[in-house]
């Protein structure tokens, strides 16, 4: 039976893993990952999105706690709230690798029984 210490941690990372459920939230976080902080007219640009909806990912990855701002004059920027995010992301495309790697062996040996 799980306790309860164990429950209140698995909601809460699902909770992280909900804010990345979506592709462009996945995006914005590996580019900032791999360039640095960016404010919301850059990644507007980038995305090809109006500029609320770019904002309301922000917002949800800002309320999950990957991202934090940071004010520049009239400029908000937003950058990863830890090393660690980048850490993930590069642990995430290790698993599309091996999936991909045993996709192909699959395939390889689906077409080498014809």
């Known amino acids: 039976m ?13 909770e992280v893993l909900k804010a990345l459920a979506h592709p462009t939230r996945v995006y914005i976080v590996d580019l900032i990952s791999r360039e640095g902080p ?7 640009d980038r995305i ?3 500029t609320s909806t770019v904002s309301r990912h922000l917002s949800l990855l800002k309320s999950a706690g990957l991202l ?3 004010k520049e004059g009239t400029t908000v920027y ?6 660690c ?3 993930f992301m590069s642990g995430l495309e290790s698993v599309l690798r091996a999936r991909h790697k045993r996709a192909q062996a ?3 040996a689906a077409v080498g029984k014809d």
Do not use: M, N, P
């Open 48 to 50: 090809g999105a109006d």
């Open 78 to 83: 937003y950058d990863l709230t830890c090393d």
């Open 106 to 108: 699959a395939f390889s």
């Open 68 to 70: 934090f701002d940071r």
């Open 85 to 87: 995010i980048a850490d």
């Open 2 to 14: 799980v306790d309860e210490q164990d429950k209140l941690r698995a909601t809460a990372r699902a």
């Open 38 to 44: 960016h404010c919301v007219c850059e990644l507007t």
